[in-house]
């Protein structure tokens, strides 16, 4: 048991002091997994969802989706493939590698084009600050410490209520708020690409309305993945002041998406 235990302890110590990297607000960051191999996943990702989820045909619609997400990542660089999906979910995403996925779903809640760039600002936000690597590494640290956690209760008596205790302390106390903690990076980070490409900053927080409006049982925030509406609606507005300046100046400058 000893000889286990050190090598779990070494592990954790190791992925603790390696591999830190820093946000684009500035946020302390663990990074264990290289670009290349969350490229790959990505790409693999894309293709099993293209294969699961059919690919719209109606040319009007990709052509709008395309436009206002050319926009956007003009501003951050790198190739980027789009796909637009029929399906009712009203969602989107981005994935390292250069993949973006909009479901028709969520046209219907984005009312304006500045709104569907708020969705991709964001999705795109995730992959630029590196979000997927974080969420797999905090997962190998958590997977490491539980597995010390066990070695040392050794399987004795109540050994399998405290692990199972451990696992949800493990989920709401380090998985999840680093999950909201990434969703609202995202928001602000999104919302500066958004008002860089000339798309109107104040609309991110419509379409959080528009979301709220949409309804559905939510779970409690400190249960979820993400933010309460009214919780990015609040961070959203907090950051306008700086972000509107720099869309008034995109305009001046010739950027004026015109997205139909």
Avoid at 25 to 42: H, I, M, P, T, Y
Avoid at 58 to 76: H, L, M, Q, S
Avoid at 153 to 169: C, I
């Amino acid at each position: 048991m000893r000889a286990s235990r050190t090598v779990l302890l070494s592990a954790v110590a190791a992925a603790a002091v390696t591999a830190c990297a820093t946000s684009p607000l500035g946020r302390s960051q663990l990074k264990l997994v290289s670009d290349d191999e969350l490229a790959q996943l990505g790409v693999t990702s894309f293709q099993q969802t293209s294969k699961e989820t059919p690919v719209s045909s109606d040319g009007r619609t990709t052509a709008y989706v395309n436009c206002v997400a050319r926009a956007i990542t003009d501003e951050i660089g790198g190739v980027w493939e789009v796909r637009v999906f029929e399906s009712k979910d009203v969602n989107a995403f981005a994935l390292p590698g250069g993949k973006i996925g909009v479901y028709t779903g969520l046209l219907a809640v984005t009312k304006t084009q500045d709104q569907l760039a708020a969705v991709i600002g964001h999705e795109v936000a995730h992959v630029i600050a590196g979000h997927s690597n974080e969420r797999v590494s905090q997962q190998q640290v958590t997977d490491l410490g539980l597995g010390l956690a066990n070695v040392i209760v050794g399987g004795g008596a109540g050994g399998g209520a405290l692990m199972s205790a451990l696992g949800v302390g493990a989920q709401y106390g380090v998985l999840l708020p680093f999950s909201r903690t990434h969703e609202s990076e995202a928001d602000l980070l999104g919302l500066d690409y958004m008002a860089k490409a000339g798309f109107d900053p104040s609309q991110a927080a419509e379409l959080w309305r528009n979301m709220a409006r949409v309804g559905g049982e939510k779970p409690p925030e400190f249960a979820s993945s993400h933010p309460s509406d009214e919780t990015r609606i609040r961070q959203i507005e907090a950051r306008l002041p700086q972000d509107l300046p720099v869309y008034q100046q995109a305009r001046a400058s010739g950027k004026k998406p015109n997205c139909r």
